[in-house]
């Protein structure tokens, strides 16, 4: 029986992969990489902001001292808050918010499980976060997906057992969160790119999404 539902918050409940790709972009352009794709941003989809460094500076020729991969992440940061000051409600994906609402209508908890240290910023920019019971964030966790701590954290914030928590994610890193959690999960996105989850569904506004036998399983 699900009591809880986790949303990862990047690319489930808000649509931030362009703001990340252009504020990636516009570093890897700093350090003089100039083909840095958006395949190459997809690789760093649900990883921690130093992995996703990493995804960059596997395009470089130089290598760089532990400071100045810090300083650069941290850069990356300011252009990523820059671009964040223009995000709205409209950077809510189709059917999200409707989704949250319905879940709280079934009395299902909800929080929010993001390794992003700007998720706070994003739910408030966004006006989500009302609608959310507790946030698991970047600022609470050690260990980045795949490992599970931000899940956890998640559940224990709600007074929800593990087990009984579905988590939503469009990462692989956060389907193997979810799995090492002992949650359930429903992955959205291509179901190739997620076969270990339980459910899949192509975004929230899938239609084939059954959420009263989700919740009764
Ligand atoms: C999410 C995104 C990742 C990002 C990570 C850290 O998981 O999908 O692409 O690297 O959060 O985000 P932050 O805002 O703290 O740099
Ligand atoms: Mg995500």
């Excluded at 760089?64 to 300011?78: G, H, P, V």
């Excluded at 579905?166 to 959690?181: H, N, P, R, T, W």
């Amino acid at each position: 029986m699900i009591k809880g539902v986790i949303f990862d918050l990047d690319g489930v409940l808000v649509s931030t992969d362009k703001l990340h790709y252009l504020a990636w972009k516009r570093l890897a352009q700093d350090l003089g990489i100039t083909d840095f794709t958006e395949q190459d941003n997809a690789r760093q989809r649900g990883v921690s902001r130093m992995a996703s460094l990493q995804v960059v500076l596997e395009k470089s020729n130089h290598s760089y001292t532990d400071q100045e991969k810090i300083d650069f992440a941290e850069r990356k940061n300011q252009y990523y808050v820059e671009l964040l000051e223009s995000l709205t409600e409209k950077a809510i994906l189709p059917n999200a918010a409707e989704t949250i609402v319905l879940l709280r209508k079934k009395n299902i908890q909800i929080a929010v499980g993001s390794v992003s240290k700007n998720a706070p910023a994003i739910l408030q920019r966004t006006g989500l976060l009302p609608l959310i019971d507790k946030v698991g964030c970047g600022l609470d966790i050690i260990r980045s997906k795949p490992d599970p701590e931000v899940f956890l954290i998640a559940a224990k914030k709600l007074g929800q057992n593990p087990k009984n928590c579905l988590v939503v994610e469009d990462s692989e890193a956060g389907i193997q969160a979810a799995k090492a959690a002992e949650m359930k999960s429903l992955a959205l996105g291509p179901e190739k790119e997620n076969p270990l989850a339980d459910y899949h569904a192509v975004s929230l506004a899938d239609p084939s999404i059954n959420w009263d036998m989700i919740i009764a399983s």
